[in-house]
């Protein structure tokens, strides 16, 4: 559904885990160029096993292709792609979002954990539209979607829309409002495992626009 | 006569002190000039800074470098990856010191660094733990924190072919930090695959022009940090 709703000839980034998924649900007849901040514009799908080349490869250090057409270039271009407003859509994890749009998908602030940030503040201070993309609650049925983020921050109002496996929802300056909900399900259940007021914002065809 | 070349990874370090402030690049095992660590580690200097995407996997290159209990202090993005124990184990026992820095802010304190630039404002991480601290100046109605460049006394990268006069190119997303490092060090060490004369590399393909670099070693066949550590090789 994410994939569906990025515009046709976007310039992507795509973080490590669920997000990388999006490649692979591209509609039919719609091109978008994804790029990796390690050095590379125009990834292609992983490599068959035995063509690996350990000198290429993704964010998430995993074995990828490049396309026909595709460009190398070293980190302080290709942070300037990030920062300077070049790349359209970034599609994240998170940890916790909160109704106005920030987030947390970095660090659970406990003490002994190794910090460990990489290019997360980048792309939400830089890329122009931010989506996440997220199981709906943690493992423990704890709420992701929250009035305020628990969690150290990522970025702050970065969030534009929440893709999770129970709903659709806009990160707003008024709190979250749902745009699709998964089949079967009502508002209220949805409400249920969510940590904030959600609105409806449905379309009368159920889609999100 | 300007030749650049030198014999060996080990005459390439041999001034490398301790104390010294060393940018390392690579991100994870690309890139990472794995021949060039191993040489610092024979090599012996301590209390090092290094400043370098990554800490390293498994015991070789960067990971054995700290293994070994020759860097005082790291300035990273990402400390952990896949089969990354050294760095971990140290800085929760407190052995290490770590700057984390948002990859792109380490990037650009590393570009502005090798460019003249003292400091720059960037809107990467405010409102964040990360900007505690830091002047924060708004523009244009939108806040963004002030960032200070970054430089080192030596540099250890890996490139793909090189010159006599240290003109650079790089294989694929192996040249991640190498241009911008090999920029912000006063002495730029460069191990690359394939080195020859002059004329070696076509001007309109050179990456790093070879006034940011000092000193080329040709390694033909550098190792495979993964490989490596697949099979449980410890350094040294």
Same mark, same amino acid.
């Given at each position: 559904?994410?994939?569906?709703?990025?515009?046709?000839?976007?310039?992507?980034?795509?973080?490590?885990?669920?997000?990388?998924?999006?490649?692979?649900?591209?509609?039919?007849?719609?091109?978008?160029?994804?790029?990796?901040?390690?050095?590379?514009?125009?990834?292609?799908?992983?490599?068959?096993?035995?063509?690996?080349?350990?000198?290429?490869?993704?964010?998430?250090?995993?074995?990828?292709?490049?396309?026909?057409?595709?460009?190398?270039?070293?980190?302080?271009?290709?942070?300037?792609?990030?920062?300077?407003?070049?790349?359209?859509?970034?599609?994240?994890?998170?940890?916790?979002?909160?109704?106005?749009?920030?987030?947390?998908?970095?660090?659970?602030?406990?003490?002994?954990?190794?910090?460990?940030?990489?290019?997360?503040?980048?792309?939400?201070?830089?890329?122009?539209?931010?989506?996440?993309?997220?199981?709906?609650?943690?493992?423990?049925?704890?709420?992701?979607?929250?009035?305020?983020?628990?969690?150290?921050?990522?970025?702050?109002?970065?969030?534009?829309?929440?893709?999770?496996?129970?709903?659709?929802?806009?990160?707003?300056?008024?709190?979250?409002?749902?745009?699709?909900?998964?089949?079967?399900?009502?508002?209220?259940?949805?409400?249920?495992?969510?940590?904030?007021?959600?609105?409806?914002?449905?379309?009368?065809?159920?889609?999100?626009? | 006569?300007?030749?650049?070349?030198?014999?060996?990874?080990?005459?390439?370090?041999?001034?490398?002190?301790?104390?010294?402030?060393?940018?390392?690049?690579?991100?994870?095992?690309?890139?990472?000039?794995?021949?060039?660590?191993?040489?610092?580690?024979?090599?012996?200097?301590?209390?090092?800074?290094?400043?370098?995407?990554? @800490?390293?996997?498994?015991?070789?290159?960067?990971?054995?470098?700290?293994?070994?209990?020759?860097?005082?202090?790291?300035?990273?993005?990402?400390?952990?990856?896949?089969?990354? @124990?050294?760095?971990?184990?140290?800085?929760?026992?407190?052995?290490?010191?770590?700057?984390?820095?948002?990859?792109?802010?380490?990037?650009?304190?590393?570009?502005?660094?090798?460019?003249?630039?003292?400091?720059?404002?960037?809107?990467?991480?405010?409102?964040?733990?990360?900007?505690?601290?830091?002047?924060?100046?708004?523009?244009?109605?939108?806040?963004?924190?002030?960032?200070?460049?970054?430089?080192?006394?030596?540099?250890?990268?890996?490139?793909?072919?090189?010159?006599?006069?240290?003109?650079?190119?790089?294989?694929?997303?192996?040249?991640?930090?190498?241009?911008?490092?090999?920029?912000?060090?006063?002495?730029?060490?460069?191990?690359?695959?394939?080195?020859?004369?002059?004329?070696?590399?076509?001007?309109?393909?050179?990456?790093?022009?070879?006034?940011?670099?000092?000193?080329?070693?040709?390694?033909?066949?550098?190792?495979?940090?993964?490989?490596?550590?697949?099979?449980?090789?410890?350094?040294?």
């Amino acid at each position: 559904m994410a994939a569906a709703d990025i515009p046709d000839g976007s310039y992507v980034n795509l973080g490590i885990g669920i997000p990388e998924l999006v490649a692979r649900s591209v509609p039919a007849g719609r091109q978008l160029i994804f790029h990796t901040e390690n050095g590379l514009l125009g990834v292609g799908p992983p490599p068959a096993e035995g063509n690996e080349d350990p000198e290429l490869i993704n964010a998430g250090k995993k074995p990828v292709t490049a396309i026909p057409g595709a460009a190398y270039f070293h980190h302080a271009d290709s942070f300037a792609m990030i920062r300077g407003g070049h790349i359209d859509v970034c599609v994240l994890g998170a940890m916790q979002v909160s109704e106005t749009g920030d987030l947390a998908n970095w660090s659970t602030g406990e003490p002994d954990a190794i910090p460990a940030v990489g290019g997360a503040m980048d792309l939400v201070a830089g890329v122009k539209t931010i989506l996440v993309l997220t199981e709906h609650t943690t493992r423990d049925g704890e709420p992701k979607l929250l009035r305020t983020c628990t969690f150290p921050l990522t970025g702050v109002g970065v969030v534009s829309r929440v893709y999770t496996n129970l709903a659709v929802a806009d990160a707003t300056p008024r709190g979250f409002v749902a745009r699709a909900l998964a089949p079967g399900l009502s508002l209220a259940d949805v409400q249920r495992w969510t940590g904030a007021p959600l609105a409806d914002g449905r379309s009368t065809t159920g889609r999100a626009p | 006569m300007i030749d650049k070349r030198v014999g060996s990874p080990a005459a390439a370090v041999a001034d490398i002190r301790d104390g010294a402030t060393v940018m390392i690049g690579g991100f994870g095992e690309a890139g990472s000039p794995i021949e060039l660590i191993h040489a610092l580690i024979d090599r012996g200097a301590r209390g090092l800074t290094v400043i370098s995407n990554n @800490t390293g996997s498994g015991r070789v290159g960067l990971a054995a470098l700290i293994a070994a209990g020759r860097v005082a202090r790291v300035v990273c993005s990402y400390p952990r990856t896949a089969n990354s @124990t050294v760095f971990p184990a140290l800085y929760r026992s407190g052995g290490i010191a770590l700057e984390l820095v948002p990859q792109g802010t380490l990037a650009e304190r590393i570009r502005a660094g090798g460019a003249g630039i003292p400091a720059f404002f960037t809107p990467s991480g405010v409102g964040t733990v990360l900007a505690e601290g830091k002047e924060v100046r708004e523009f244009g109605g939108r806040r963004y924190v002030l960032e200070h460049a970054l430089r080192a006394d030596f540099a250890l990268v890996r490139a793909d072919r090189a010159d006599a006069y240290g003109n650079l190119t790089f294989s694929k997303t192996a040249r991640n930090f190498g241009p911008i490092m090999c920029m912000a060090a006063a002495c730029a060490v460069v191990q690359a695959r394939d080195v020859g004369d002059p004329g070696h590399i076509d001007p309109e393909a050179v990456v790093t022009p070879g006034v940011f670099v000092r000193r080329v070693v040709q390694v033909a066949r550098p190792a495979q940090e993964s490989r490596l550590v697949r099979e449980g090789a410890v350094y040294p």
